[in-house]
């Protein structure tokens, strides 16, 4: 059974382009959590997401950032624009209903 | 705010015991997570604490009082692999389905021989 996957593992955009992070949760769970992690901090929830519906977005910054995941297909966090600040690992988790959280080997983002 | 407080960093000795404290607001969560990240890698799962209590899994336990809002993970047999950063988190439910970890800023571990 393959854990979360994430691709690419590292990205590197210029100032104004658009990021697309994707993740595909483990084989049968239908809940998939987003994360960003800045250098030497801890992580921070970002996106709750299950299939074709967003649940919680508390955590996303109003603007330039969004995510879906659609009934195919893996998730994808999207970050128009990109600023320098983006630039941290984001973690994509997915779980059965309740339960432990498997983690992905996250994107690691860097904007010059 | 739902804040979890833990220490930023700790050294200990190959063999010996470490305890890691984390600290919460006792509203709002439902258990607590401990994970294990190694730099640049993904945090793996150790402990899930929903009861009171001590939880026991060969090297590693967790303890947790809900009505103190604390909890520590325990190493114990440390070794030279144990050196990480261990990340305490609340869970709490979202609408009823689902569960948010809200993350203290981690403790980085480091083991000395």
């Known amino acids: 059974n393959a854990g979360v996957m994430q691709n690419p593992r590292h990205l590197v955009r210029r100032r104004g382009q658009e990021a697309r992070l994707r993740c595909s949760p483990m084989?049968?769970?239908?809940?998939v959590y987003w994360y960003r992690q800045l250098p030497e901090e801890g992580l921070k929830f970002m996106v709750y997401?299950?299939?074709?519906?967003?649940?919680?977005e508390s955590g996303m910054p109003k603007e330039r950032f969004s995510a879906e995941f659609p009934k195919e297909g893996p998730s994808i966090l999207r970050i128009q624009q990109v600023v320098r600040g983006d630039s941290a690992a984001y973690f994509c988790a997915s779980s059965p209903l309740v339960g432990e959280q498997y983690f992905g080997p996250g994107t690691r983002l860097t904007v010059t | 705010g739902q804040n979890i407080d833990q220490p930023t960093e700790m050294t200990a000795t190959e063999g010996a015991i470490v305890q890691i404290n984390c600290t919460y607001q006792t509203s709002g969560f439902n258990g607590l997570f401990w994970y294990q990240q190694h730099a640049g890698e993904a945090p793996t799962f150790l402990s899930y604490?929903?009861?009171?209590g001590l939880e026991e899994k060969g090297r590693f336990s967790s303890f947790l009082s809900r009505s103190k809002g604390y909890s520590y993970l325990l190493l114990k047999e440390l070794q030279m692999k144990d050196s990480a950063s261990y990340l305490c988190a609340g869970v709490s439910m979202i609408k009823a389905a689902g569960n948010k970890l809200t993350f203290g800023g981690g403790t980085r571990v480091l083991v000395k021989p």
């Open positions: 997401l299950q299939k074709e519906n967003i649940i919680d």
């Open positions: 604490n929903v009861l009171d």
């Open positions: 084989k049968g769970h239908s809940h």
